[in-house]
């Protein structure tokens, strides 16, 4: 690895570092029942279009030969496919099985859990939230550089902003499994009790990550090492590093707003913009 992309991976790790003590500190202002089940939904709308946007990504590295080579460029995808198999399916069995629908399922079980919704009731909150989840979705589609006419550079900021999401996503997981032990650990006790229909634990979506997340980060960067290495200019290289650089802090701006952000939620019922626990029709028995 060259000296600029080692030093371009410390300061990414030291990033996320810093973006986890931000995501503990945003997790523990949820004093109540309705504030953490709004941050929930919201990370939910947050990761659900990371792996389809890196497929794509990978999709178009993959017919980029006249930048990277034929081989060299399909051994780049490889390594973005390889970051998110787990998304699409179970490694243990090998079995079709979307992490999406095991977070959504965990994100279910949780609001009735604490709120004592039925399915239809919580299915019903869920949908709420589905302008934040497109608006994400158009969000995520351009930290990948996938709406960026530049091929070249949206490709880079792309692989950058991939690179942050899975350098992060192993620090998050980490700071939310800590969290669940010491503010909700009555709810990953029930997680830990119920599977979803394809036999899956609902808590493994948190509790696998752990683990799952550091392996695809090392995919992802390994992902820019080898796209850097196939370039065939010094002033492409040069490009595409400013572009990685880009493509980090468009994650962390991202993130940042998503995540960390002040409770902004439009009750389903009474239509007002405040917090799941501080609804005018007190709808979701937060108090």
Known sequence: MCE????LQKALKIEAREFAERFMFRLNMNSFKGDFLDWLLRYDAFNRGFPGAAAELAGRIAGMIDYFG????????SRVIAAITDEFLE???GAIALHSKLRRELALFSLGNLLAHSRSEALEIVKGYDPLRKEI?????????LESPFILRGTFAGLGFFAASETSGSSEFVVLNRYMDERWPQLKAAMQTVNDEQGRELYAWIADHEDLEADHAQFAFNSIELAVQFLKSDMERDIAFVEVERGVSNFFQMANEVLLSPLRRICPRCKHPVSLNTCACAGYGGH
Do not use: P, Q, V, W
């Open 137 to 145: 979705l158009i969000s995520t589609r351009k930290g990948y550089g």
């Open 4 to 7: 600029k992309l080692e030093l």
């Open 70 to 77: 034929d081989i060299e460029a399909e051994m780049i995808a």
């Open 91 to 93: 490694r243990r069995t």
